[in-house]
């Protein structure tokens, strides 16, 4: 019987030949994976079920991203948990402070997420992967315990819809753009529990940091996971990184889909998501002067070379507002190292930028950029909702790097082309 890609991937690791939506599976993960806020969890539970060894110490994976450097005794004490327990298993694929990166995008530059894998991990945003072709979601604490120790997770069949886009993207316009564009279209909850397949011309043009930016976000859109189909974009992408064996797996032509919607985003501005709600999204032309305190690029949404580029180039020659903390956040080290060899350290700092290494931080409003009451910040994070990113009294407008760039030179949410002319 015909079948999707996710449906596809999840048979094959259940060693059935399909499955349908709805059914309950298990089936063999390819990668586990965990950091300082989700990890301590998980341990206990790995413990607390007599387990003795991972399955696999190349396939379990613990990045220490969150509140690190660590901001306080209490992120220290977690870290050494993941340090300890990394060194206790012998873990393959453990990176510290000054090594680490975001891990959501540390761990795709590093060859360890691959095409037609089943990739778990106890952070939503584990959805990532998709852009490789993967099905790949976030699970909870003890789920991850289980996959930790015995390499399989349990789970319901997703449906799955397809999202199609059609048309030429126009300047200054990404994978940010498209995906705020879509939560805006369907709602938090418009693919809840289903797998969104991401199609058409537009998607095929797109880089594969756009494609990450997307898949980052479906998440956003309620979705269990969203993925992409690879073609020799990904293929080369991967080529040079992957650390194993994959197999590609395709939707057959008469696959069963929930939904289809398309979008023709020939006209597509880029985009800005209003507080409270990822869904609240209008076309920047529409914002107004919404005057902003705080402008953050970076995250595992937006934090890739190609974000860090768009940024560069906006504020080459440009100071930042004088009103706007402007921090840049790259996702690795080795895209930190690329900012230095390509000049864009300089540019940061002589716009006024701060620049801090690797960490996801200001997302959550853990540290490295907390607001305070009453302020705003433009972010090209994934979550905006009340005190998201510091005080319940704050307010977060989503956007992608080329809009947080612009709006810290203005002071305002502002569309790029206003500042480059």
Not at 10 to 34: C, S, T, W
Not at 85 to 105: C, K, M, P, T, W
Not at 248 to 275: C, G, K, M, N
């Amino acid at each position: 019987m015909a079948q999707t890609i996710t449906e596809k991937i999840l048979a094959f690791h259940a060693e059935r030949d399909e499955v349908r939506p709805g059914e309950l599976i298990d089936a063999r993960v390819d990668l586990a994976l965990a950091n300082d806020i989700t990890a301590p969890l998980a341990l206990e539970a790995f413990r607390q079920m007599g387990a003795k060894r991972v399955f696999d110490p190349a396939k379990v994976v613990l990045v220490p991203d969150h509140f690190t450097p660590s901001r306080d005794i209490a992120a220290a004490e977690n870290c050494v948990l993941l340090r300890n327990f990394a060194r206790e298993q012998e873990l393959e694929n453990y990176s510290d402070v000054g090594r680490v990166g975001i891990e959501h995008v540390m761990i795709p530059e590093e060859g360890l997420a691959l095409p037609g894998e089943i990739i778990v991990g106890a952070d939503s945003h584990t959805c990532t992967y998709g852009a490789l072709g993967a099905f790949s979601t976030g699970v909870g604490s003890t789920d991850l315990a289980m996959a930790m120790a015995l390499g399989e997770v349990w789970l319901r069949v997703p449906e799955s819809i397809r999202l199609e886009y059609t048309g030429e993207l126009r300047p200054w316009v990404g994978g940010k753009d498209l995906i705020l564009f879509t939560i805006g279209k369907i709602g938090v909850d418009g693919a809840r529990y289903r797998a969104i397949e991401f199609r058409g011309p537009a998607i095929d043009d797109l880089s594969m940091d756009g494609r990450f930016t997307m898949a980052n976000m479906a998440i956003e859109a309620g979705a269990k996971n969203g993925i992409f189909h690879v073609d020799r974009k990904t293929q080369a992408w991967l080529e040079g990184r992957s650390r194993r064996d994959y197999r590609i797996f395709t939707s057959d032509p008469d696959a069963a889909y929930a939904d289809e919607i398309e979008f023709d985003v020939s006209d597509l501005e880029p985009q800005v998501a209003f507080p409270h709600l990822p869904s609240n999204v209008r076309p920047v032309s529409e914002a107004g002067e919404v005057e902003l305190d705080q402008a953050v690029i970076g995250s595992c949404t937006n934090g890739r070379l190609e974000d860090m580029e768009i940024a560069a180039k906006i504020l080459a020659g440009r100071q930042v507002h004088p009103r706007v903390r402007t921090i840049v956040i790259p996702g690795t080290q080795a895209i930190l190292k690329e900012m230095v060899r390509r000049g864009w350290m300089l540019t940061f700092l002589e716009a006024g930028v701060a620049v801090s290494t690797p960490t996801c931080g200001p997302c959550l409003g853990g540290h490295m950029g907390v607001l305070a009451r009453g302020e705003r910040a433009v972010s090209t994070t994934n979550r905006n909702f009340v005190g998201r990113m510091g005080h319940t009294g704050s307010e977060v407008y989503l956007a992608g790097p080329a809009v947080a760039a612009a709006s810290a030179v203005t002071g305002h949410l502002t569309h790029p082309a206003e500042v480059m002319g």
